[in-house]
Structures are given as C-alpha cells and as structure tokens.
T-cell receptor, first 113, second 115 residues
C-alpha cells in the first residue's frame, strides 16, 4: 500500500501531557499538509510543508503546536501541554503540487481527558 | 467568511433514488480548483474529483456526475441510483492558486441511503 499513513491511529492522553503524531506521505509527493477535524466539521488547515520547508501556518496553530518534516520525508506534529480543546481528529495529506488533489491518511484521533 | 458552503447538513434517500449535493463557493481568484471528497464511516477521506476554474464541462463517472457553474459559483454533485454504500459524509473543497496553499473545506453533507 503506497497511500498516506499515520501513526498512532488513536491516542488518549491526560491534560497537560505532550503528544507526537507521525505522518508518512506518498513517496513522490512534495507537499505535506496537516489538518484538524472536529465532529460535524470539515477539515481545518493547520500547516503545510513543501519538501522540508514549513511554508504556511494557520492561526489555529498555537505556540503549543509544532510540526517538522526532516529531510522532506515523514512529518511529525507535536502538541505540548495538551488541553481538552485539542481533542480532535488530526489528518495528514500529501499532494504532488498545489494544483493537484490531496490524498489523506486515516487520521489520528486524539482524546484529551 | 465561509469560502465553501454546503447548506445541506443531512440528506436521507431511499436506495435507487437520485440525490444532488450542493456546493457554493466564494473566491476572488480567477484560477482555482474545486474538489469533492467522500468520508465513509471508516473515517478516511477519499478523493472523488478535481475541477479547475477554466473547465466548466460537466463530468460523469459511472453513477456520479458533477455540474460546475461559474455564473452561480456552484459545483454540485449528483449520485444516480443511490446505493447503501454511498452513505457517507461528502465534502466540497476549494483551492485558490494565487492566494494560498490550503484547501478550504465545507462543513460536509451527511448522506444516508436507506435500503
């Protein structure tokens, strides 16, 4: 399977803990995106990478959030000092180019208790 | 302001009925792309179609068809002879070439096909 993969699929953490999610994009895709999706809503853009460069960040991405994409391959999204409001599905997507469709991974469902 | 509006929150149809999902978008760009995605109960978003702003030809793929009208800023999606497997949440999305790199998603339409 050469689709987008995400790990873990589910994460339950206590408020105040740090969590890290991983995304492996489709190998030939230069662009990698992170989104957050809450119940009943469409995905909301968080940030995007062109190769290893993080080129855009949403205002939704507070300073507790950080994302990396070392060597332009996989990406990690870390949330520090988690809050209950961070509970959501975190989606990763990749695409060949800005004009092309994005392919989504299965997501990581985060529950903060 | 919401760039993509999907006014229908939930739709239920009986199997074999046709159903149209509405999508209205807002942009000042002359070059943009529109997309439809399906999110079945399993949760993974599945790409269905991509359309650029210069191509207003309607498209048909099996039981799916899309009607793009720039005059009304709409990109509607019709499923003909619906099946239970079509039950999912459907999202319309907009990508503006000149003003950013993100996709703007609508809030989705939840379609239930009743056997």
């Amino acid at each position: 399977d050469t689709g987008v993969s995400q790990d873990p699929r589910h994460k339950i953490t206590k408020r105040g803990q740090n969590v890290t999610f991983r995304c492996d994009p489709i190998s030939e895709h230069n662009r990698l995106y992170w989104y957050r999706q809450t119940l009943g809503q469409g995905p909301e853009f968080l940030t995007y990478f062109q190769n290893e460069a993080q080129l855009e960040k949403s205002r939704l991405l507070s300073d507790r959030f950080s994302a990396e994409r070392p060597k332009g391959s996989f990406s990690t999204l870390e949330i520090q000092r988690t809050e209950q409001g961070d509970s959501a599905m975190y989606l990763c997507a990749s695409s060949r180019d800005r004009t092309y469709e994005q392919y989504f991974g299965p997501g990581t469902r985060l529950t903060v208790t | 302001a919401q760039k993509v509006t999907q006014a229908q929150t939930e739709i239920s149809v009986v199997e074999k009925e046709d159903v149209t999902l509405d999508c209205v978008y807002e942009t000042r760009d002359t070059t943009y792309y529109l997309f439809w995605y399906k999110q079945p109960p399993s949760g993974e978003l599945v790409f269905l179609i991509r359309r650029n702003s210069f191509d207003e030809q309607n498209e048909i793929s099996g039981r799916y068809s899309w009607n793009f009208q720039k005059s009304t800023s709409s990109f509607n999606f019709t499923i003909t002879a619906s099946q239970v497997v079509d039950s999912a949440v459907y999202f319309c999305a907009l990508s503006e070439v000149n003003t950013g790199n993100q996709f703007y998603f609508g809030t989705g339409t939840s379609l239930t096909v009743i056997p």
